[in-house]
């Protein structure tokens, strides 16, 4: 199985912050990755596919990249909004595999 | 837009078999990849494995022994059965869908906690 190292598994930030997650895929998997949001009692939310594409519906202050075996997840000017815990998962190969999480707070 | 809804038993009793239906709205199924994902606080989120409308499956090595998934299109429902269980087993249940050509999860249900317990 591909393991995916997620960092940190929290933070904390103020509004207006720069913050940055990263994962560490356990072996070369291209941009096989997708990002998700999930907040308290809900189920996860589709953030980034393909390492850096934007899902529809999420402000422009997301951005994901990254290529091989590491990549990141950065939310510029943090809002109040964004808290809650953020998941890679890789598709390289079979079993589809999560990161253990970041959970974000402000 | 796709809607899916988790329903079943919340309680299994330990050795038992857990048993889980969701329901597809608002979309085809014979055009998704349609997936379990289970969260629960020692493991995190853990692919379940997969089914298309043909029948044709997917599921993890880890859990490969003991789960099965069926589909009735003509329902609409696809399900998870889940034998053998223990406390470990108990999570909050997703179910997902994967649309065609892509690897990612789209739209999921709001999830069902299931809890192993005599």
């Known amino acids: 199985d591909i393991q995916m190292t997620q960092s940190p598994s929290s933070l904390s930030a103020s509004v207006g912050d720069r913050v940055t997650i990263t994962c560490q895929a356990s072996?070369?998997?291209?941009?096989?990755v997708n990002w998700y949001q999930q907040k308290p009692g809900k189920a996860p939310e589709l953030l980034i596919y393909?390492?850096?594409n934007l899902e529809t519906g999420f402000p422009s202050r997301f951005s994901g990249g990254g290529y091989g075996t590491h990549f990141t997840l950065t939310i510029t000017n943090v809002q109040p909004e964004d808290i809650g815990t953020y998941f890679c998962q890789q598709y390289g190969s079979l079993p589809l595999t999560f990161g253990g999480g970041t959970k974000v707070e402000i | 837009q796709v809607q899916l809804q988790e329903s079943g038993p919340v309680l299994v009793k330990p050795s038992g078999t857990l048993s889980l239906t969701c329901t597809v709205s608002?979309?085809?199924?014979?055009?998704?990849?349609w997936s379990w994902v289970r969260q629960s606080p020692g493991k995190g989120l853990e692919w379940i494995g997969y089914i298309q409308h043909t029948g044709t499956s997917s599921y993890n090595p880890s859990l490969k022994s003991r789960v099965r998934m069926s589909i009735d299109t003509s329902k609409k429902q696809f399900s998870l059965n889940l034998s053998s269980v223990t406390a470990a087993d108990t999570a909050v249940y997703y179910c997902a869908s994967v649309p065609p050509e892509m690897a990612y999860f789209d739209y999921w249900g709001q999830g069902s906690l299931v809890t192993v317990s005599s």
């Open positions: 608002g979309g085809s199924i014979n055009l998704h990849f």
């Open positions: 393909d390492a850096s």
């Open positions: 072996q070369d998997i291209i941009t096989s």
